[in-house]
């Protein structure tokens, strides 16, 4: 699974717009585990961060790697649960 890296004067995107071939299992967990929800609306703030140009710097690029795997690991565990 890859992560679309947002680009300074991208618009902002939901998770699910960085991840589309998981948007329903997204859309269902966020409504069903606060935890993932909060990580998120994480990655949503991040990313919007990086999009809106006003921190690029190796923290901000390793708390969004982060979250990608945490995202993505949520995302392996859960994918195909009804």
């Known amino acids: 699974m890859s992560v679309n890296k947002p680009t300074r004067g991208c618009e902002r995107r939901s ?3 960085h991840f589309p071939e998981w948007g329903n299992d997204i859309r269902r967990l966020r409504t069903t585990d606060a935890e993932f929800e909060e990580i998120c609306h994480d990655f949503e703030l991040i990313a919007a961060i990086l999009c809106d140009g006003r921190n690029d710097d190796a923290a901000v690029l390793e708390s ?3 979250l990608t795997e945490e995202i993505r690991q949520r995302l392996g565990r859960h994918s195909g649960e009804t």
């Open 15 to 17: 998770v699910e717009d």
């Open 64 to 66: 969004l790697a982060g």
